[in-house]
């Protein structure tokens, strides 16, 4: 081997040049800031929706019990304005002040017209929708109910009328007895419905409960002639006029069964407030207690 002759040099292996340590590239930085941008605004958003809905549920649950509230004085104030014509009619101011009774009786038509136009303006929820139509029919039914009763008192005080006005205010009667019956079977459980399917807790006295009619012999003509004094034709066509409010008088052939039966008043309860009576020998013109 000649001194001069070149020798094979090794191949050198290149090696690719070293990335500086400590800091990924820029294309990674800004791939990790990009990601921890869109993690940050996914939970921002997240947490905005559940202030969102919560806000929402908040408010329908302050309007559910908003719109329950003023259901609750809405009746209240109707029953209240029943009740007071109730001591009315049974107070003997038909026979003593009837012009006096009829203004009243005018008052009070006036209160359950402005408490159905009340109950007509709420705001009403959605969730709440069928409540306030049986709400405002058992209003508008307490109204015409009302109606009916102030624009025949007269007449079934008169002696000459007395049958077709006792029918009529019988007939406002039934009104008020239904009206009851709409709002205890439909509109409460509507409102109940909506509590429940809101999440909310209802509690004995949180939803309104009461009722206008709650002596049911007003249902019946007899007993409405002789809660408010009104004369009456017995079957023989003699008038029977009664004694006060509360009373019978007694008619020829009357028995003791045949008042409990005209009257509603169970006999027990006849022989009880009157325990002076015979029931084997009334006399004509005996008046008898009712209540």
């Known amino acids: 081997m000649s001194f001069f002759d070149e020798v094979d040099e090794p191949e050198s292996t290149q090696r690719a040049p070293r990335r500086p340590r400590g800091r990924p590239p820029v294309d990674q930085q800004i791939q990790i800031r990009r990601i921890v941008a869109v993690v940050v605004i996914v939970v921002l958003i997240v947490v905005i929706a559940l202030l969102v809905n919560s806000c929402a549920v908040s408010q329908t649950n302050s309007a ?3 719109y329950n509230n003023s259901v609750y004085n809405l009746m209240h104030r109707s029953d209240t304005t029943g009740a007071q014509m109730f001591t009315r009619l049974s107070s003997g101011a038909a026979r003593t002040n009837l012009s006096g009774l009829v203004t009243d009786l005018d008052t009070d038509l006036g209160s359950a017209r402005s408490t159905l136009n009340s109950a007509q303006h709420l705001s009403v929820p959605s969730q709440m929708a069928e409540a306030q139509r049986n709400v405002v029919l058992a209003l508008t039914m307490r109204r015409d109910g009302i109606r009916s009763i102030a624009n025949n008192i007269q007449s079934a005080m008169a002696r000459s009328t007395s049958k077709t006005g006792l029918q009529q205010v019988q007939q406002g009667m039934s009104g008020l007895y239904a009206s009851d019956i709409v709002y205890k079977n439909f509109a409460v459980p509507a409102i109940a419905g909506a509590f429940k399917n809101a ?32 004369e009456t034709t017995t079957a023989g066509g003699h008038t029977q006029s009664p004694s006060g409010a509360g009373t019978y008088t007694v008619q020829a052939g009357d028995t003791l069964s045949g008042i409990s039966a005209k009257t509603h008043v169970p006999l027990a309860t006849l022989m009880q407030l009157n325990p002076g009576i015979s029931p084997n020998a009334l006399q004509v013109g005996q008046t008898l207690r009712l209540h």
Do not use: P
């Open 199 to 230: 999440g909310l807790s209802i509690s004995q006295g949180t939803i309104y409960g009461g009722q206008i009619l709650h002596d049911l012999l007003w249902l019946n003509t007899s007993s409405i002639a002789i809660k408010i004094g009104a």
């Open 64 to 66: 559910l019990r908003d």
